[in-house]
């Protein structure tokens, strides 16, 4: 039977398109398969806020950030603590991954347009040693556009090669098997889902309207992970981060749903670190949502005091912004799932950024002059204020007894007590009239103020927390947000899958999140962030590359 396409891609997403477009670069004709409309092309990524890891770049060096490969590979490999016989090419992907953004990444995205904030951010900071979790500097690229603008050019060439003939798409195309003979994929099958205009992101419909089947040389599998279904979270919760949470929300749409997972494995694939994920302790419940369980990330700067539920200050160096997965394993011993900060309007004005495209218009719309207002304005950047004003999680109050009865009322229990919160604060407060100091989040305050970037836009002038000319108190309660797969399909460097037989399955690729973002797990256990988007680029770009030469 004749062949529809050289090579089809399963899902629209970053790493689909990337691949896609490669495939077409090279004069290959490809089909892009989404059981979503044409409306939601791009899938998470044009919800996300764009930020991408880079090493030594000009926006670094003008800075005055000294970067390295060798130090960001430190960095990276201190974060990842790969430790398993499976890490053989997650670890090879990510001693690539690390080379391409200290190299060609930057460039190679400048050439289709792509344009970058020039204030460098200072994700997953660590605390612990050179050698332990983190970023020793800052390397948070910010796409100027956020994830629209991160999407663009793909969806550009994607445009260009669909005028050509060489790339169609199938939207509401959603697959239920990939087929196969003699072990090798030829092809996928499975529903098409009936028309449906709902707005990006939101929920469409399930229902069945036909079938079908198309064949190829190969598939790539380029479907996200499992973040929107909270069945898979839990059933893949690992030991080590305590009981899965009973209360979680969503920080990705419901078509996250990791279905093509499984579908996947049943052709034979070897889906290898399911136990790792990447999930949030700052999350707050969208009061305006577009997906279920809607959750928005908070990317804290590090003033913040935060607390347990019982009211206990996290420990040294779980400061905001500095090793998410240390806060999660630290807040689930706890026995609850969800923490508080306690802040001043002085400090959510400077350091409150909202992770998501929607949430920062200045950027997302490349308004220079909403972005300046941003650094200027007296109030927080107007969707921080909305959510100051709406948000369940929000508590705004003058006096701190009131403030503490009212977390207490938020949650329905009496586990914060005033004299405990207070006693805890005023500590902290004493240690601010010196710049050299024995709390080791204040000292961390003044090393990040040593950096011009944070000191401009991220981290707020040190004062006291009751010091009422910085009011008024402010409250949050974080929720674990679910977010990211870490682990994925096992594949060479060229995104070839492996069966569970340790052999190279023909005609079978995987890329971006499916793929752990390259390998089956470039992450290792942790993140330095901005490497999702990343690590979608290169899987998919490899793959796209492979799958078009191997097309002969
Ligand atoms: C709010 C938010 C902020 C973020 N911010 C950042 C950031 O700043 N930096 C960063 O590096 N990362 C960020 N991320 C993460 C990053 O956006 C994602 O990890 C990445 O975009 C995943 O891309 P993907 O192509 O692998 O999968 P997806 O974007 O999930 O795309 C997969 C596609 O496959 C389709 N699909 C799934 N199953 C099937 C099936 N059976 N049949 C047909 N189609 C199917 C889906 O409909 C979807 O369109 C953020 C994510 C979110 C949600």
Redesign the pocket.
Known sequence: MADDADVIV???????LVAATEIADAGKRVIV????GEQ?LG???F??????FLVDSPEQRRLGINDSYDLALQDWMGTAGFDRDDDHWPKRWAEAYVAFAAGEKRAWLRAMGHRIFPVVGWAERGGYDAMGHGNSVPRFHVTWGT?PGIVEPFVRRAREAQEKGLLTFRFR????TLMTRSGAVEGVG?SVLEPDHVERGKSSSRKVIGDFTLRAQAVIV????IGGNHDLVRQNWPKRLGEPPKHMIS??PE???G??IG?TEAAGARLINRDRMWHYVEGIRNWNPIWPRHGIRILPGPSSMWFDATGKRLPAPLFPGSDTLGQLEYIMGTGYDYSWFILTQSIIKKEFAL??SEQNPDLTGKSWRMTIRRATSKGAPAPVEAFKQNGADFIVRNDLGELVGAMNALVGNDLLRLDHIKAQIEARDREISNPYVKDAQVMNLHNARRYIGDRLIRTATPHRILDPVHGPLIAVKLNILT??TLGGFETDLDSRVFGTDRQIIKGLYA????AGFGGGGVHGYRSL??????G?LFSGRNAGRAAAKAAG
């Open positions: 399963v899902g629209g997403g970053l790493a689909g398969v989404d059981q979503e939601s899938g998470q990524a919800w996300s806020f764009g930020g991408l994830g195309h959603r697959v239920d499975g380029a479907s996200g992970g920080g990705v078509h996250v749903d279905r093509m579908i992770s998501g977010r990211k890329a971006g999140e499916a962030e901005g490497t999702f988007l990343g979608c």
